[in-house]
């Protein structure tokens, strides 16, 4: 009220809208967690695992290729994709720091997960709360 007579209806609502559009982005913001690209030779089990992040509030891509990474994404791994990188993506691969997922349990797959600088190894099948709490410790580092 400025002149002591009250706005129209439709102002007050449009005034509501924009607040409300204000809360829904700030609430977008605090709930997703950030980016994460799960890479995985099967394609199927990558998106899989994207979804379920997505779920969780990750803004998660599924991938069976190595692309550049998104400011602050977080890289989950399936080791036996490292096989078809060449020494200068290893590099690439080893600043990430990736959570290495895979189905080998034996002391050389360790031992290569530590030359990667791995935040993290999770042996397959991964319960996705266990790799959300992975990514969300990894997040926190950078």
Do not use: C, N, W
């Amino acid at each position: 009220m400025v002149d002591g007579t009250m706005p129209p209806a439709e102002t007050l609502l449009e005034d509501v809208r924009e607040a409300l559009a204000h809360l829904a982005a700030v609430e977008d913001v605090s709930h997703l967690r950030g980016p994460v690209l799960v890479l995985d030779d099967d394609a199927r089990l990558a998106e899989i695992t994207a979804r379920g992040l997505r779920r969780l509030g990750f803004d998660a891509d599924a991938s069976t290729a190595l692309r550049t990474l998104k400011a602050r994404e977080v890289l989950v791994f399936d080791l036996s994709l490292l096989e078809s990188l060449d020494a200068g993506m290893h590099q690439d691969l080893r600043v990430t720091r990736p959570i290495i997922v895979t189905g080998a349990t034996d002391a050389a797959s360790r031992a290569l997960a530590e030359s990667l600088e791995a935040s993290a190894y999770l042996v397959k099948p991964v319960e996705l709360e266990e790799l959300a709490a992975a990514i969300s410790r990894r997040m926190v580092e950078t």
